[in-house]
C-alpha cells in the first residue's frame, strides 16, 4: 500500500528514509530524491528477522535502493530484548567485595505495599568475579591492579560460555586507570569486541547505576551489532551505498558502525522518536509547548516538549530497579492502554485498571476470547469505533456481545445501561489518564492553558479530545500519519551528541573561567565526535545547562543557559527563576551548588522536509464523508458524521461531535469542540466549554 | 449510599488520591533533608474537619505514617477546642511533632493546615516529614539508650508556624534553636508548606468542578465503600483465633527481649486484635506511642491487601484493644525514639504470623522487619570539620506461597533506597571493605527467604563514635509453615589491635569509641522460609549452591539435597537424584 502523496520536498534534494519496527508493523517514510516524492509503506513487523521486515518495507515503497542518500533506523530489537530477557550472557569483573553490588542495588521493593518480590540481576552470580584492586573517592590507589589476575578471569569467563564482559570498579569515575587497564588486559584474552567499561558509558559517581548501566549495555551488544550487521549486509546487497544510521533513546541518530558500541543508547529509542517527530511536526505549526500521548494496548507513552525541545532525563528507570543514567528522551509510561479491565470493586465502585487483557486475549471485541470487558470495548460498544472496520482484526466480536458483557459485569451494579456503563468506564478510564499524565508533565509548575495534546499511537487520537478537556489543555493536535510518527521521527532526527561534567561546587567558589573552558572542551569533543558521521550538517548547534540544587538538596534541577559564557550573578538568576518556577519557592537563605555542567551538541540536517502531506482532492467538506452512524455522546446517542482522514485537506473545518477515520488510527471529535486542518495537514481540535 | 451516583464517587475517589499523590511528589522533590528527598520518608492526606478522620492519603507516602496523621489532626482539633491553640484562619499551617499527640518518634513533623471554602472549614490537609534532626542527645535522634523523652530531642504542641500565610520568625527561631544542621531546615519548611499549598490548590480545583455537596456528599460514601472493601476482605479469612509473638532484642538500656504477644480474633467481617500478655514499658526508647502501633497493624493490613484503598473506613472493621500498660501505649515521659522504626516492624511481624496461619496464600514468613540504623559521628582532621554519617540498610524477605523472599529489601514500614558507597564515601572518611549478600542467611523453606546483606567498613583517620539501632539481633525472623528462621542480625567492632566487640544488647548500643583502623562489621537478617524445605525442588536447591547462596552441606542439611562436586575439569555442581529421595523420605512422609 505504498502511496505518493501529493506534496513532496522540492526535486533533487537528498532522498532519505526514515524506518521503525514497531510491535506489529514496520512503517516506512521516504522523502526526497531526484522526483522529490514522498512515500509510505507499511508491513508487518518479522520478529524472527526483523531486518526481513525491513527489506520488505523498503521493497513496498518501491525505493531504489541505490538511489537512496540516507537510511535512519528506529529498531525496538535491544528493547525487546531486554525486556524479554532474551539477553547475551555477561560476565562481571569487578573490585574485590564488591561482585553483589549488582545484585543488592539500592534495593526498595516493587510497590510500596505487598511484602513481595523478585529480582534477577542480569549477571548472575557464578558469572561475577573479583580482582584484588581499590582506588579512593578522591581517585587514589589503595590497592594496585594485576593485569594478570584480569587476564585469569576473563578467560574463566569466556570458558564459563560468556559473550560479554562488563568491567566495573568503585570510583572509576574519580580515577579511570584501573578500569582501562582492566579493559586493555581483558581485550588480549576476549574472543570478541563486545567489552564494557562502567566509566566510559557514564562517568558520574553512584556505583550500582553505573555498574548496572554498564550490564545492560553489554547484555544487548551482542543482539543489537548483529542485527545490524546483518540489515547492512543486506542493504549493500540491495545497492544501498550510504551509511545507516540508528535511532537513539536521546533522540538522535548515529552511525551504524559505531552503534553497537554504545548499544544501551538505543534501548529507549522507539518512544524516543515518536516525540521527536512530535516537536517537528509542532515546531512546524508553530507550537512549542507540547504535551505528547502515545497510547497503546497496555500502556501509554507520555513526553514534554518545552519551547519547541523535548525533554531530557539522564536518571530513567527501565524496569523494577533498571536504572540507566544516560541521556534519554523523558518519555514516562502510564500503565493503562486500550486493554486496560474495567470492574466494579467490593463496594461495587467502578474501577479501570491497572490489569489489563493485554494482546492476548485481549478486548472482548477483538473476537480472540477476551472476556474482560476492556476501554476499547468501551469505545466499540459507544460506536467510536467503527464497529464493521475494526483495524487489523479478522473476526472481532459481535455488538451484542460487548453489549452483554457491559451489561452483566459493569451496568447491573451501577443500575445503568449497557451504553451509560460503557460511557462511564471511558469517563474513569480518561480520569485517571489524565490525573498520571498531569503528574508526569504540568504537575511540574507549567500552565496547562499554554499546551497543545499531541496524539498518535493507535488509540492517542481516540481519547486526545476528552483528555485535553480533563487536563484543561486548550489544543491537541494530530498529525496526518498518527501511526508512522515513530518513522517520521527517525527521518526527521539529527545527530545528538551529550556531555556531562562533574564538578560540585559552590557558586560562590565557581570559576567563570573554568565553566568557560569545560564548555568548549565539551564543544570541540563534541565536533570531534560529530565530524566521524558521514554526513554532511547543515548547522551544528551547541546547547549548555548546569544541574544545580541548593546545598543540602539532593535532587538537581537543569538550569538552560543561554551559551558558554555565564556569570555567576546570572547562573545564580536563572537557577532562582528555574527553581521558583518548578516549586513556587525562593531561597535566598541558602547557597546553590553547580553539579554538572552539560553540552549538547546537535548535528542539524538541512530542512529540506517540505510538510508532511497534504490532502488529495479539492472538494468540499461532504465529500470526505464517509458515512453517518450513531455514536454516543454525553448520555444519548447522537447522529455523528465520519470523515475520511485522507481527503481532509487544509483549511477544512467542521465541529464536534464527528469521527475522523483513517487506516491506522480513529479521531473523535467530542460536542462542544472544532477541528480544523491546519496548513501542515494536521487536525487541530480545539476544545470548546462543555462538560467533561 | 449517598445521593451521589456510583460513577461520580469513582470520580471523586481518583480526584482526591490525585491531590494527595501531587503533595507527595511536590514534597520530596522540593525537599531538602535526604530523608524524604531520597527515602520518601513523608506522607501526605485529606482529612475531616470535624473529627481529623482520614478521608485519603498519598500512595507514594511511607507506609509507617498510614494510620498515624488522622490522629495528629484530631490532637490539634482537640487543642484549639481546649484553647491550648488559637483557633484555625486561612493560610495558617500548625506545626507538631508530640509523639503522644499521635506520632511516632519526635523526628516526624507534621504540618497541619486548615482548608477553607467559602469561609467554611472543610477539611484538613496535613503532612509528615522525617527531619534529620530535632536535638536531643544522639545526632539524627535515633539513641539506643534514653530513658526519657527530653534526652530525645525538641518536642512541640500543636502551634501555628504559619499565621495567615506567613511565618512566624519567633516561632522559627526557637525551633532553629534547638537543633543541629538548623541552616538548612528552612528548605524544608518551605517545602513541607508548598506542597500543602498544592493540595490547597487542587482540592479548591476539584471543589469548583464538582460542586461542594458532591464532593462533601462522596466522602461519607467512600468512607462506606473502603469499609466495605476491608469487610469483604476480612469475611474470606476463616472465622477463628489465631495467635502468635514476636520479641524486640531489649530497649537498649535493660538486657531483656521484649514480648509482643498478639491474639487475632476473625468474627465474620471484623477482626479484633488484642495485645493482652506483652511486656510492660520499658526504661529505654523501644516504647511505642499508641498511634504508632496501631498504624503498625493498619500498614500490615495493608501490606496483605494493597488493593483496598485507604481512608478512616478501611481501618473500622479492625478493632484494635488498647495495650494499656505494655510497653505498646507509651505515655509521658517514656522514651520513644525506637517505635517507628523498629518496634512497628515487630507489630506488623506478629501480625503476618498470626495471619499467615488463616490465610497462607496471602501472606509472607517474617521480613528482615529491621531498619538497620548504623549513624558514625566524629571529626575528620584532613577536613577539619565534625561529621554525622548514617547508614540505613534492610535485609530479606519472606518466603511466600508463590515464590522465594527478595534478597535484600527496605523495611516493612519504609520505601527508601540505601545509600551509595560512593557518596558515602565522598563525604566521610570511611572505606567499605565488602558489601555482599548475606550467604545462608535465608531461612530454608519451600519458598526459602531472601538474603540479607554483610558489610564491613573502616574508619580511615580521625577518631569517632558509633551507634546503632537495629533489632532481630537475638532472634531471627520467623519462618512459616514449617519454614525455617531466617539469619539473625549480627554486629561487631574488629578494632585494630585485633580485638573484637560486641555489643551487649546485640542490636543497640551506642558511644562506642572507633579509632583509625578499627572496622564495623554488619550482617543484616535473611527472611524467614515458607513451607517445609524438604518440598523444595531439588533443582532450585542445585542451582542456589552454584550461585554460592548455600554450601553443599547446607543444602544437605536444610533442604535434604544431596549434591556430588564438580567432576574433574568441570565447574558444575551436580544432583544425586537418589540420595537426595533417599534423605528427604522420612521429612516428606510426615507431611
Known sequence: ?692 | MSSVDPVTLTVIQNGLQQVCNEMDMAFSRAAFSPVIAEANDRSDGIYEAETGALIAQGELGLPIFVGTMQESVAAVIQYIAEGRTAAPEEGDVYIVNDPYLGGTHLMDVRFVRPFFHQGKLFCWLANTGHWPDIGGMTPGGFSAQATEIEQEGLRLPPVKLFKRGMMDPEIYAIITANIRIADQRIGDIKAQAAALDVGARRLSAMLERYGEPTVRDSLGALREAAETRMRAKIAAIPDGTYRAEAFVDSDGVVDEPLRIALTAHVTGEEIAFDFEGSSPPCRGPMNSVIATTRSSVYLAMKHIFPEVPINAGTFAPIKIADPEGTFLYARYPRPVSGCAAEVSQRIAEAVFAALVQAIPERVTAAPAGTSGNFALGGFDPARNKSYVMYHITGGGYGGNAEQDGLTYGCSTIGISKSAPLEVLEQQYPVLFERYALREGSGGAGEHRGGFGLSYAVSLRRGEATASFVMDHGRLGPQGALGGEDGAPNQVRIEKADGTIYRPDHLSKDQGIRIAEGDRVVIDTPGGGGYGNPVLRAPEEVLRDVARGYYTMEQAKELFGVVLLPPAAGETAYRLDRQATEALRRPGLAAQ
Open chain 1, 1 to 692: 500500500m505504498a502511496q505518493p502523496l501529493a506534496k513532496a520536498a522540492p526535486p533533487g534534494t537528498p532522498l532519505r528514509v526514515g524506518v521503525d519496527i514497531g510491535g506489529t508493523y514496520t512503517d516506512l517514510i521516504a522523502q526526497g530524491g531526484a522526483e522529490g516524492v514522498v512515500r509510505l509503506a507499511k508491513t508487518p513487523t518479522t520478529p524472527g528477522d526483523p531486518a526481513e521486515g525491513v527489506m520488505n518495507a523498503l521493497a513496498e515503497a518501491g525505493l531504489d535502493l541505490g538511489a537512496v542518500d540516507v537510511i535512519v533506523h528506529g529498531t525496538t530489537i535491544t528493547t525487546n530484548a531486554f525486556i524479554e530477557r532474551r539477553i547475551a550472557k555477561v560476565g562481571l569483573i569487578t573490585t574485590a567485595g564488591f561482585r553483589d553490588i549488582l545484585e543488592l542495588g539500592r534495593r526498595t521493593r516493587p510497590q510500596p505495599y505487598g511484602m513481595t518480590g523478585a529480582f534477577e540481576p542480569l549477571i548472575p552470580r557464578e558469572l561475577r568475579l573479583e580482582v584484588a584492586e581499590r582506588i579512593d573517592a578522591e581517585g587514589q590507589v589503595l590497592q594496585p591492579l594485576d593485569p594478570n589476575e584480569v587476564r585469569a578471569k576473563a578467560r574463566q569467563l569466556v570458558e564459563a560460555g560468556c559473550e560479554a564482559l562488563v568491567i566495573h570498579f568503585l570510583h572509576a569515575y574519580a580515577n579511570p586507570s584501573h578500569e582501562l587497564a582492566a579493559l586493555a588486559a581483558a581485550r588480549e584474552v576476549w574472543p570478541n569486541a563486545f567489552v564494557t567499561a562502567g566509566h566510559q558509558l557514564l562517568s558520574e559517581f553512584r556505583e550500582y547505576e553505573r555498574g548496572c548501566t554498564a550490564s545492560i549495555n553489554a547484555a544487548v551488544q551482542p543482539t543489537l551489532a548483529r542485527y545490524l550487521e546483518s540489515l547492512q549486509r543486506r542493504l549493500r546487497a540491495g545497492g544501498y551505498r550510504h551509511d545507516l544510521l540508528v535511532m537513539l533513546g536521546n533522540g538522535g541518530a548515529t552511525s551504524a558502525e559505531i552503534a553497537w558500541e554504545e548499544a544501551l543508547k538505543s534501548v529507549m529509542s522507539g518512544p524516543a522518536s515518536g516525540v521527536i517527530a512530535a516537536s517537528w511536526i509542532a515546531r512546524q505549526s508553530g507550537l512549542d509547548q507540547v504535551i505528547t500521548y502515545d497510547m497503546g494496548g497496555t500502556s501509554s507513552d507520555v513526553g514534554l516538549i518545552l519551547q519547541g525541545e523535548p525533554s531530557i532525563s539522564s536518571e530513567r528507570e527501565i524496569d523494577y530497579a533498571m536504572p540507566v543514567h544516560v541521556p534519554m528522551v523523558d518519555v514516562h509510561t502510564i500503565g493503562a492502554g486500550g486493554g486496560s479491565i474495567a470492574f466494579l470493586d467490593e463496594a461495587g465502585l467502578l474501577q479501570v485498571g491497572p490489569l489489563s487483557a493485554g494482546a492476548l486475549p485481549g478486548p472482548i471485541c477483538y473476537g480472540r476470547g477476551g472476556m474482560a470487558v476492556t476501554v476499547t470495548d468501551a469505545n466499540f460498544l459507544l460506536g467510536r469505533l467503527s464497529q464493521s472496520r475494526l483495524t487489523g482484526i479478522a473476526q472481532p466480536a459481535t455488538a451484542a456481545e460487548v453489549e452483554a458483557a457491559l451489561a452483566r459485569d459493569i451496568g447491573a451494579g451501577l443500575g445503568l445501561g449497557p451504553l451509560e456503563a460503557a460511557e462511564a468506564v471511558l469517563r474513569i478510564a480518561n480520569q485517571k489518564m489524565a490525573g498520571a499524565i498531569r503528574l508526569v508533565s504540568l504537575e511540574r509548575g507549567h500552565d496547562p492553558r499554554d499546551f497543545t495534546l499531541f496524539a498518535f499511537g493507535g488509540a492517542g487520537p481516540l481519547h486526545a479530545a476528552a483528555l485535553a478537556r480533563e487536563l484543561a489543555v486548550p489544543r491537541v493536535l494530530v498529525p496526518p500519519r498518527p501511526g508512522v510518527a515513530n518513522a517520521l521521527g527517525c527521518l526527521v532526527a539529527d545527530a545528538r551528541r551529550d556531555f556531562v561534567k562533574t564538578l560540585n561546587v559552590p557558586l560562590s567558589k565557581l570559576d567563570e573561567s573554568e565553566l568557560r573552558e569545560t564548555f568548549e572542551a565539551q564543544v570541540a569533543a563534541g565536533e570531534a565526535s560529530l565530524a566521524e558521521e558521514k554526513t554532511e550538517f547543515a548547522a551544528v548547534e551547541a546547547q549548555h545547562s548546569a544541574d544545580m540544587l541548593f546545598r543540602g538538596q539532593t535532587h538537581l534541577l537543569r538550569v538552560a543557559l543561554p551559551g558558554p559564557n555565564v556569570s555567576k550573578d546570572e547562573l545564580a538568576r536563572l537557577f532562582d527563576a528555574a527553581f521558583h518556577a518548578r516549586f513556587a519557592v525562593s531561597l535566598p537563605e541558602i547557597e546553590a551548588v553547580v553539579v554538572n555542567l552539560n553540552t549538547t551538541l546537535v548535528g542539524r540536517h538541512a530542512d529540506h522536509l517540505a510538510g508532511q502531506t497534504e490532502g488529495v482532492g479539492d472538494g468540499s467538506l461532504e465529500e470526505t464523508l464517509v458515512e453517518r452512524r450513531p455514536v454516543w455522546f454525553n448520555g444519548a446517542m447522537q447522529d455523528t458524521p465520519v470523515y475520511g482522514r485522507q481527503r481532509l485537506t487544509p483549511g477544512m473545518a467542521f465541529d464536534g461531535p464527528a469521527i475522523v477515520e483513517q487506516l491506522d488510527a480513529t479521531t473523535v471529535v467530542e460536542p462542544g469542540d472544532r477541528a480544523e486542518i491546519d496548513t501542515h495537514g494536521n487536525l487541530i481540535i480545539t476544545i470548546g466549554e462543555g462538560s467533561a
